[in-house]
C-alpha cells in the first residue's frame, strides 16, 4: 500500500475535512494524490477556493496540493488508503453518538475495494474500533476485515488554535489490525510526520492511549478547578498559590477554567461509558467530569453574588460576556462552557451582552440562541472576561473603566487581569 501511494498508483482519502481532517489532507496532498471528502458541499467550495472553514489554517497551507475536494461518496472510488476524521460527541444525556463515525463507515463500506485499507482518527472508547465499526465496513462491503481490507487506528493530536505544535511536529501514534497493516500505516503516516510514528502493539492500545490523554487533563483541571471553589472561601487568590506551588521542579502546572469543546469535555464521557458497561463505576473520572460542567453555573452564581453585595438591583443590571469560544484564539463555539455562565444569569433574569473578535455571529446564533453584539453598548455594571483571546490580552484597566458604570465588577475567569485592576471589584477563579 505504501509503494502504490507512494508511486500515485492509488489515491489516499480523508473524510470529514475538519480542523483534523483537512490538515491531514493538505499534508498528504503535498506528496501523494488525495481525496478530501465531506458531507457539507458549502465546506468543500471553500476549500476549493483555499479557504479553510474553521478558520485554523491560512491560505499557503492550500498550495501545491494534488487534492480533489468533493462531497460525493462516488469519488471516494479511487483511492485505496480512506482516514476517516470525524467528530465524536456526546448526546443530552453524556453518552457517546456514534453517528457521525458509523455514518462515515458506511459511506466508506460502500465503496471498500479488496486490498483497501481504512483508518480511523475520530476519538472513541477501546474496543469501537473492532465492535462497532468494522462491522459496519463488513456489511455495507460484503468483505471480510483482515481477509479482503486491513482496518488501524490513529488517534488525533491536533490542538486548535496552537501554531507551534501543529500536526507534523507531534509525534503519531499509529495501529493495525495485524503486523503488515500495523507497519504499512505507520510508514505512510511516516510521508508527513516529522516528529516520527509510535507503532502501538494494538488498535485497543492507542484507542486507549489517546482517550486517556484527554482524561488525564480534564482530571487535573477539575482539580485545580475544585481548589480554586475552597480557596475562595478561604479568600485566598488561586493563581497565587499556584504560582508559589509552582516553584517546586516536579509540581504539575494546571489551572482552573471552563472545560468545553469537542475533546477535553467529551473525551472522558468515553472512557466512563465503556468502564461502566463493563461492569466498573468510575469514580474520578466522574467525578472530574462534575466539577468542569458545573464550572459555569458556578461562576454565574460568583458574578451575581458581587453584584449583590454591591447594592445593585438584578432587574436592572447590565453585563457584558466577552469570549463565546471554547478556548482562546479558535472561531469553534462547539460546546463552549460560556454559554452556561450566560445561562446562569439569563435564570436571575439579567440583561447580557456577549462580544467575541472570532465567533460567528449565525452559529452562535444558531448553536446557543445568542444575539452576538459587535462591540460593547453603554455601560454595564459587570464585566465577565470569560476567554482570553489575544485580543484581550492587551488590555488595561483603562478599558473596562470606559465600559463599567458606579461599583463596577470585573469577573476575570482566567486571571489574566491579576493584579492590573486597582478601581473596580476584581474576581477570578
Not at 500536526?167 to 510521508?191: H, Q
Not at 492507542?206 to 482539580?223: C, M, P, V, Y
Not at 462552557?337 to 447580557?352: N, Q, R, S, W
Not at 456577549?354 to 464585566?383: S, T, W
Request: glycine fraction near 10%.
Amino acid at each position: 500500500m505504501y509503494d502504490k501511494l507512494v508511486n500515485k498508483e492509488t489515491k489516499l482519502s480523508v473524510i470529514g475535512l475538519g480542523y483534523v481532517g483537512l490538515p491531514i489532507a493538505l499534508e498528504f496532498a503535498k506528496r501523494i494524490k488525495v481525496v478530501g471528502f465531506d458531507i457539507k458541499p458549502d465546506r468543500v467550495e471553500l476549500m476549493k477556493k483555499g479557504i479553510d472553514p474553521s478558520n485554523e489554517l491560512e491560505g499557503e497551507a492550500f498550495q501545491g496540493t494534488d487534492i480533489l475536494y468533493t462531497s460525493n461518496p462516488e469519488d471516494l472510488r479511487s483511492a485505496s488508503f480512506h482516514i476517516i476524521a470525524v467528530p465524536t460527541p456526546t448526546n443530552r444525556n453524556n453518552l457517546p453518538d456514534l453517528g457521525p463515525v458509523l455514518g462515515a463507515s458506511e459511506t466508506v463500506g460502500k465503496i471498500l475495494k479488496k486490498g483497501d485499507y481504512v483508518v480511523y482518527e475520530s476519538t472513541v472508547y477501546p474496543g469501537c474500533t473492532e465492535d462497532d465499526c468494522i462491522p459496519v465496513l463488513e456489511r455495507y462491503s460484503g468483505l471480510k476485515c483482515g481477509t479482503d481490507f486491513k482496518v488501524g487506528f490513529s488517534p488525533e493530536r491536533i490542538n486548535p488554535g496552537d501554531k507551534n505544535h501543529t500536526l507534523t511536529k507531534i509525534v503519531k501514534v499509529t495501529s493495525g489490525c495485524d503486523p503488515d497493516s500495523s507497519e504499512e500505516i505507520a510508514r505512510t503516516y511516516e510521508l508527513i510526520i516529522e516528529a516520527g510514528v509510535f507503532r502501538a502493539s494494538s488498535i485497543k492500545v492507542a484507542e486507549s492511549a489517546k482517550i486517556i490523554e484527554n482524561t488525564q487533563r480534564d482530571i487535573n483541571i477539575a482539580f485545580m478547578n475544585e481548589l480554586s471553589i475552597i480557596f475562595n472561601r478561604l479568600g485566598v487568590n488561586t493563581y497565587e498559590v499556584l504560582e508559589a506551588a509552582g516553584t517546586k521542579w516536579n509540581f504539575l502546572r494546571f489551572y482552573p477554567g471552563l472545560v468545553g469543546g469537542h475533546c477535553i469535555g467529551v473525551d472522558p464521557y468515553y472512557l466512563s461509558f465503556k468502564a461502566k458497561s463493563m461492569g466498573y463505576h468510575p469514580q474520578i473520572i466522574d467525578s472530574g467530569r462534575f466539577v468542569n460542567d458545573s464550572m459555569g453555573r458556578y461562576i454565574g452564581k460568583q458574578t451575581v453574588k458581587k453584584m449583590i453585595v454591591a447594592g445593585k438591583d438584578l432587574k436592572a443590571v447590565r453585563v457584558l460576556v466577552m469570549g463565546i469560544t471554547f478556548k482562546e484564539d479558535v472561531t469553534d463555539i462547539r460546546n463552549s462552557k460560556v454559554a452556561d455562565v450566560i445561562d446562569e444569569l439569563d435564570d436571575f433574569g439579567i440583561i447580557v451582552d456577549v462580544i467575541d473578535p472570532g465567533a460567528g455571529k449565525h452559529e452562535v446564533k444558531e448553536e446557543y440562541g445568542i444575539d452576538l453584539k459587535d462591540k460593547p453598548e453603554g455601560k454595564y455594571d459587570a464585566i465577565i472576561l470569560a476567554v482570553s483571546h489575544n485580543e484581550y490580552m492587551k488590555l488595561d484597566e483603562s478599558y473596562f473603566s470606559s465600559l463599567l458604570g458606579k461599583n463596577g465588577i470585573i469577573v476575570d475567569v482566567k486571571g489574566i487581569l491579576r493584579g492590573k485592576i486597582k478601581n473596580h471589584t476584581y474576581w477570578s477563579l
